[in-house]
Nanobody, 117 residues
Framework: QVQVVESGGGQVQAGGSLKLSCAASISISNFYAMGWYRQAPGKRRELVATFQGGGTKYADSMKGRFTISSDNAKNTVYLQMNSLRPPDPAIYFC????????????WGQGTQVTVSS
């Protein structure tokens, strides 16, 4: 079964940085979309950043602070998070999508990010 696993979450002070990793069990070249979403308590899951259609997309509140990147050799997608602030704490989920040879929409279990003030 295809899966992705997030890591790198933790607690950081406001203004600090974290780098999240999403490791896929297959080559990420299989995916037409890769990205990060987050969900805070009591809130809906929301877009953080994605690769899709040859470009990147960021939520407005993350622009200039968060950066999505990938390393094909490691089958890994990253999210560099800088200037973290209290509204950012959430469970961050990796998501990958493919349509050939399989139709896949894969979510990881999430990694928790907390920010102390």
């Amino acid at each position: 079964q295809v899966q992705v696993v997030e890591s790198g979450g933790g607690q950081v002070q406001a203004g600090g940085s974290l780098k999240l990793s999403c490791a896929a069990s297959i080559s990420i070249s299989n995916f037409y979309a890769m990205g990060w979403y987050r969900q805070a308590p009591g809130k809906r899951r929301e877009l953080v950043a994605t690769f899709q259609g040859g470009g990147t997309k960021y939520a407005d509140s993350m622009k200039g602070r968060f950066t999505i990147s990938s390393d094909n050799a490691k089958n890994t997608v990253y999210l560099q998070m800088n200037s973290l602030r209290p509204p950012d704490p959430a469970i961050y989920f990796c998501n990958t999508k493919a349509d050939y040879p399989k139709d896949l929409d894969i979510w990881g279990q999430g990694t928790q990010v907390t920010v102390s003030s």
